[in-house]
């Protein structure tokens, strides 16, 4: 079945510094790979995503490489501003279960000044 | 585009009454998602539509809840004699796929309290 495992929460990192947060897939055939935010009071947003293996989604400063060969997709940013608080979700989808995501737990990034 | 609608914000009922939701995806998009978020949990997949045909609904959606989308334009989930374990984020999604993945995008969400 599918299923994501993600590191779990919560992270507090002060200002500029780097950023990780593993996440690991299980899926049945060639999954898409996406990361999420949800900042507080709102909904989720796209944040990236990976369509392929070796694929490397990026935005706001924001990376994630999809691989394949460890079925992983972690997210790293290298310097982390405080306005990047927020709940963060690894999903993947699959055109072989209708699309659906599958979302890990979220982990909970708390930047300080 | 105005985004993905879901009304009401918020909705608190009393345990056994019935409830209904509705969400507006992005006019142009074939498919609609519904999910459902309990804090400190990821979204949980409960059922989707392409265009107006319910294609799959998870196990969780046991028989007190229901969805439609008449005509392939909204939605509504009805959950039906609620429960103290409905209490929940219900959050919906909408994408436009065609020939491929398609990207979901997210509503608000509607938090339900059930007392």
């Known amino acids: 079945g599918n299923s994501v495992t993600q590191m779990e929460g919560p992270v507090t990192l002060s200002e500029e510094a780097f950023l990780t947060i593993n996440c690991t897939y299980t899926?049945?055939?060639?999954?898409?790979l996406f990361w999420y935010v949800q900042y507080p009071g709102e909904g989720l947003q796209l944040l990236l995503k990976a369509t392929k293996a070796d694929d490397k989604g990026s935005n706001k400063g924001f990376e994630a490489t999809y691989r394949k060969e460890t079925t992983s997709f972690h997210l790293e940013k290298g310097s982390v501003q405080v306005s990047d608080s927020a709940v963060y979700f690894c999903?993947?989808?699959?055109?072989?279960?209708?699309?659906?995501?599958?979302f890990g737990t979220g982990t909970s990034l708390t930047v300080i000044p | 585009d105005t985004g993905v609608s879901q009304d009401p914000r918020h909705k608190i009922t009393k345990r056994g009454q019935n409830v209904t939701f509705r969400c507006d995806p992005i006019s142009e998009h074939n498919r609609l998602y519904w999910y459902r978020q309990t804090l400190g949990q990821g979204p949980e997949f409960l059922t989707y539509f392409q265009n107006e045909a319910q294609l799959e609904k998870s196990r969780l959606l046991s028989d007190r809840f229901s969805a439609e989308r008449p005509k392939g334009s909204f939605s509504t989930l009805e959950i039906q004699r609620t429960e103290q374990g409905d209490s929940a984020m219900y959050l919906c999604?909408?994408?436009?796929?065609?020939?491929?993945?398609?990207?979901?995008?997210f509503g608000p969400g509607t938090r339900l309290t059930v007392t």
């Open positions: 999604a909408s994408s436009l796929v065609s020939g491929g993945y398609g990207e979901q995008y």
């Open positions: 999903a993947l989808s699959s055109s072989n279960t209708g699309n659906q995501f599958y």
């Open positions: 899926a049945t055939g060639y999954p898409s």
